[in-house]
């Protein structure tokens, strides 16, 4: 969405008409679906998540300041609000299986069975060792390889340094090979 | 890192590397050191081979999944409609006690018009209590027929 429509479609929100938050929340419901279903591990959950967040976005529109992006501002929302769903007694992590109701990158066409099913089998490691990775990681993960936002973007939403990002990161990523080592020793 | 060969490469520095995020002058001083560091190599190829894996996580919820807007309008739009509903029901409900207080019939007929009344109004807000209660505990709320 070009960045003074969504401005203008804002101001009217702030005037308290909810007919122009629906492009908002169409715009921003993929990528936060996505950040979601990373953080939650399940649709149902991630659809709650989101849904919360975008009334509490929609509630606390009248202190946002058009001046500043609205994506950033929009997924810190979200992203505390899949915390603190996490951290209540109704939703916990917990992974759904792939092939349920969760859609995969198609394969590409030159690929062979046997690889298609190599990489089959290691995207669903992955998607398992998600859950046992501690919250923090586990976002940082999500926002960087599954929503892949950049340094400076995820760095707005955390609310930390692009080098607190980076080293985040790092030690997110040899916490999940530790656990991937531990899932499957040939994991390649 | 600013343009000068690094002794050694941080852990900052590598993840800069492995996603696309360092100046052409970094990514060649860590392209060096790669050559040159069999560990940070293994390192390195492991955290490349996860990035790949995450390539295929599309994590996209199957066709016909609904929006959640309708949802979301539903809810921020809900308490307009109650506000309105409940302030038109109070002029209302006012204003037929007007009415019945002025009307000149008997102390008995009253009595029993209250009693009828009041008994009905009592049993509707028990209704809309129970269901109130039942639906922040429902698991099948979100269920579709």
């Known amino acids: ?188 | 890192m600013t343009g000068t060969l690094p002794e050694k490469v941080s852990r900052e520095d590598l993840m800069r590397f492995l996603d696309g995020e360092t100046t052409p002058e970094e990514r060649a001083a860590i392209e060096v050191l790669l050559e040159t560091s069999s560990e940070l190599r293994r390192e390195f190829a492991i955290f490349l081979s996860m990035k790949k894996g995450f390539q295929d996580l599309s994590l996209v919820p199957r066709g016909g999944e609904e929006s959640v807007w309708d949802r979301i309008r539903s809810r921020i739009t809900l308490p307009v409609g109650w506000v309105l509903m409940a302030a038109g029901a109070a002029a209302w409900i006012g204003y037929g006690i007007w009415v019945f207080l002025k009307s000149p019939v008997g102390v008995l007929v009253r009595l029993a018009s209250g009693g009828v009344v009041i008994g009905v109004l009592v049993l509707l807000a028990n209704v809309i209590w129970d269901r109130y209660k039942e639906y922040g505990t429902d698991p099948y709320r979100d269920v579709h027929r």
């Not at chain 1, 979601?36 to 709650?48: P, Q, T």
């Not at chain 1, 955390?158 to 994991?187: C, K, M, Q």
């Open chain 1, 1 to 188: 969405m070009r960045r003074d429509l969504e401005r203008e479609l804002l101001r009217k929100c702030q005037r308290g008409d909810a007919r122009f938050f629906e492009p908002v929340v169409r715009a921003y419901e993929p990528p936060g679906m996505r950040i979601a279903l990373g953080m939650m591990g399940n649709i149902d959950d991630a659809r709650d998540a989101l849904q919360d967040a975008f009334v509490k976005t929609w509630q606390s529109l009248a202190r946002f300041d058009l001046k500043r992006p609205f994506g950033p501002w929009f997924f810190q929302i979200l992203r505390n609000q899949c915390r603190d769903a996490l951290r209540s007694r109704q939703a916990r992590f917990r992974v759904e299986a792939l092939d349920e109701r969760l859609e995969l990158r198609a394969a590409s066409p030159e690929q062979g069975p046997e690889r298609w099913r190599e990489r089959r089998a290691a995207r669903e490691l992955l998607w398992n060792a998600l859950e046992r990775l501690g919250e923090d990681h586990r976002e940082v993960i999500v926002l960087k390889e599954i929503q892949g936002f950049r340094y400076g973007e995820i760095a707005g939403i955390l609310n930390i340094p692009e080098g607190t990002v980076a080293s985040r990161l790092f030690h997110a990523r040899r916490a999940l090979a530790a656990v991937l080592r531990e899932e499957a020793a040939d994991f390649r």
